[in-house]
Nanobody, 122 residues
Framework: VQLQAFGGGLVQPGGSLRLSCAASGRTFASYYMGWFRQAPGKEREFVAGISRGGDTTITADPVKGRFTISRDNAKNTISLQMNSLKPEDTAVYYC????????????????WGQGTQVTVSS
């Protein structure tokens, strides 16, 4: 499966942004999907994940209550709604697909998108 993330940009602290990830292929619904991010000089970190049917989600503690992951299997897309953004959310955000049932670690993911830059600054 090929993944294309988009929707990044520059936003002020406290603002909102919605990222999307479009997937190619007819087997999108068979993948557990996730979002990761990597800030300059830091390791890549898990942000959120969503089950194949979209009924179960996982959100990392730093973004819990502010970020929401969702998916639309009919459109082969996942989204990440980001609210109350903080400067520390600045990073390149990646979407990824896993053949596992649940995946929180990068090594569990089989396919990666190219990343989209999110910058939170006044």
């Amino acid at each position: 499966v090929q993944l294309q993330a988009f929707g990044g940009g520059l936003v002020q602290p406290g603002g909102s942004l919605r990222l999307s990830c479009a997937a190619s292929g007819r087997t999108f619904a068979s993948y557990y999907m996730g979002w990761f991010r990597q800030a300059p000089g830091k390791e890549r970190e898990f942000v959120a994940g969503i089950s194949r049917g979209g009924d179960t989600t996982i959100t990392a503690d730093p973004v819990k209550g502010r970020f929401t992951i969702s998916r639309d299997n009919a459109k082969n897309t996942i989204s990440l709604q980001m609210n109350s953004l903080k400067p520390e959310d600045t990073a390149v955000y990646y979407c990824a697909a896993s053949t596992g049932l649940v995946a929180r670690v990068g090594a569990q993911y089989n396919y990666w998108g190219q990343g989209t830059q999110v910058t939170v600054s006044s």
